[in-house]
């Protein structure tokens, strides 16, 4: 229970010292704005309570498009390093393509998204998608580039075909790096999911702060926020159980000498 | 397929160069015929040697011991009988196979390094050859079960790997390769990474498995009382590039118990005799 102490007090006395900053105006006369346009730590809470069916319904439609990106994002990550780890010839001609795609802007490249496929849910899940796959496929290579090469030996004398040998030995030993991954694609996902909303769409909390923020509602936004950080959070932490309780083996095993 | 390691073993067909036999000196022309023949193997990686020549047989049912200095090529060489690799020049045959995946087929390679999964339990690393042959999950364990009996683990079937000791890992690691059902047993170092007393207790369990199973097993070891106490005959090899510089046939003192075993006389002067040339190798 220790370890929680420390960054519980720490937030405790970053939140305490933001409220008293914006009752007593700081922020606000130093920024030369309106007092209402610094909303105090209590002035959130208060819109996440009064507009709590509203976060509530535009926050399930982002957790959907989160959670159908990020799922393909996996899938489609997974299945890529797969194939990238089987074949050097597609790992040396996929691989500067992958890096490639991670250095477009995401942001101005997703009008576009809009522009081609609609104001639906495709384009979502696209760009939630794009900015997630690569950490996943990168982190899961890792993990197989880090099995034991004496492994694949072994197997083989073990009669294993090659197949055998990914069900086996390379993919539980890489599954820890693969969901090391997949906690990183959640904390972006959820980015990609407020940018995608930003690009066009009816609904969403990414929709929600841009209204709320054309129309001055601060509390608003930042109670939008909140939630956004709440639901990246929440899928990191069931993702870091999951960790615990399906690859409890961990990494480098290679390092664990005889 | 092979679903239990006791599968009576065809007799393999003779081995066709007499003159590399005689060269060998170790037929007895008995009934029993020839399970692994090296003749006249060399490899090397690159620019670096690691074998300049190897010949080496071993009947069925007999164990050979290779024991040399550490970083001589022993593991190369048992990588190469195994099939993993293709020798650069010589033959190798096992039960008369020289194909690469046919020798595979046929040896069963245990590690130096125990290699248990972390994510299987030990039942289930001691089975993993059934498995990968496609036995189903039930039936390979029901085939493993008895083995955990005989072999002192009795108990420790569920157990995780990371909650055995040493000397309980390599004797997983050794069922994993009976259990493979292979006529050839290649041993690298199979105690390399245990402590004294650990390591003297698992040369007599050793000892009694493999009379036991009675296959050909050819016991790569740096230790010369291992190799002496554990084998029918010990080959010694030089520093690296190997060559073979002795041959020892032993006190074959397998069916006594160790410490009997390694005071006797016998044994002590074979020891020397294996040390001396060991010494003479380095030079």
Redesign the interface.
């Known amino acids: 229970m220790k370890r929680w102490i420390a960054p519980a007090v720490l937030v405790f006395i970053l939140l305490g010292a933001w409220e008293l900053a914006a009752r007593w105006h700081v922020i606000a006369d130093a920024l030369s704005l309106k007092p209402y346009l610094v909303p105090a730590p209590s002035d959130v809470a208060s819109s996440l309570w009064s507009d709590r069916s509203l976060l509530a319904s535009n926050a399930w439609v982002t957790l959907r498009e989160v959670l159908g990106g990020l799922a393909i994002a996996i899938a489609v990550g997974f299945a890529l390093a797969v194939s990238l780890h089987l074949s050097s010839i597609l790992r040396r001609a996929f691989y500067p393509l992958l890096v490639a795609s991670q250095t477009v802007p995401i942001i101005a490249i997703a009008p576009i998204l809009v522009v081609w496929f609609g104001y639906g849910a495709g384009p979502k899940l696209a760009i939630i998608a794009l900015v997630c796959f690569f950490p996943v496929t990168v982190n899961t290579l890792d993990g197989f580039r880090a099995v ?1 090469p ?2 694949p ?9 090659r197949l ?1 040998t990914l069900a ?2 390379e993919t ?1 030993a890489a599954l820890p790096y693969f969901l090391s991954g997949a906690k990183i694609a959640v904390a972006v996902a959820v980015i990609g999911a407020v940018f995608a909303e930003w690009a066009g769409s009816s609904a969403g909390l990414g929709n929600l702060i841009l209204n709320a923020n054309s129309t001055l509602q601060t509390d608003r936004v930042f109670a939008a926020i909140a939630v956004l950080s709440a639901i990246a959070i929440g899928l990191f932490g069931l993702l870091a159980l999951a960790e615990r309780r399906v690859a409890w ?1 961990g990494r480098g ?1 290679r390092e664990r ?2 | 397929m092979h679903t239990t390691p006791e599968a009576p073993l065809a007799e393999p067909p003779s081995l066709t160069r007499p003159d590399a036999e005689a060269a060998q000196g170790t037929v007895d022309g008995s009934a029993r015929g020839q399970a692994l023949e090296v003749a006249g193997v060399g490899h090397s990686f690159g620019e670096l040697q690691a074998i300049e020549r190897v010949d080496l047989a071993a009947r069925e049912g007999e164990v050979v011991g290779v024991v040399g200095p550490s970083g001589c090529g022993k593991s190369t060489l048992l990588e190469l009988i195994a099939g993993l690799r293709e020798p650069a020049v010589g033959q190798i045959a096992v039960e008369g196979e020289s194909d690469a995946d046919r020798r595979l087929a046929r040896c069963a390679y245990m590690p130096q390094r125990d290699l248990l999964l972390p994510w299987l339990r030990a039942i289930d690393n001691a089975a993993l050859a059934l498995r990968n042959r496609g036995v189903p999950r039930r039936a390979a364990r029901r085939a493993a079960a008895p083995l955990f009996d005989r072999f002192g683990l009795a108990g420790f079937e569920s157990a995780r790997p990371s909650e055995l000791s040493g000397g309980m890992r390599q004797r997983v690691a050794f069922l994993r390769t009976l259990l493979a059902g292979k006529p050839v047993l290649l041993l690298d170092e199979p105690f390399a990474g245990l402590d004294a007393i650990t390591r003297a207790e698992m040369q007599e369990w050793l000892a009694g498995a493999l009379l036991d199973g009675g296959r050909t097993a050819v016991l790569v070891t740096h230790d010369v009382e291992e190799a002496l106490y554990l084998s029918d005959r010990v080959v010694v090899l030089s520093p690296r590039p190997a060559r073979v510089i002795a041959e020892l046939t032993g006190p074959a003192p397998r069916m006594t118990p160790r410490r009997d075993a390694v005071t006797s006389l016998a044994f002590v002067e074979a020891r020397e005799r294996a040390l001396a040339a060991l010494a003479g190798g380095r030079r």
């Open positions: 034991d004496e492994l030996k072994l197997m083989r004398t073990l009669d294993a075909s055998a086996r030995v539980p083996w095993e000498t005889a």
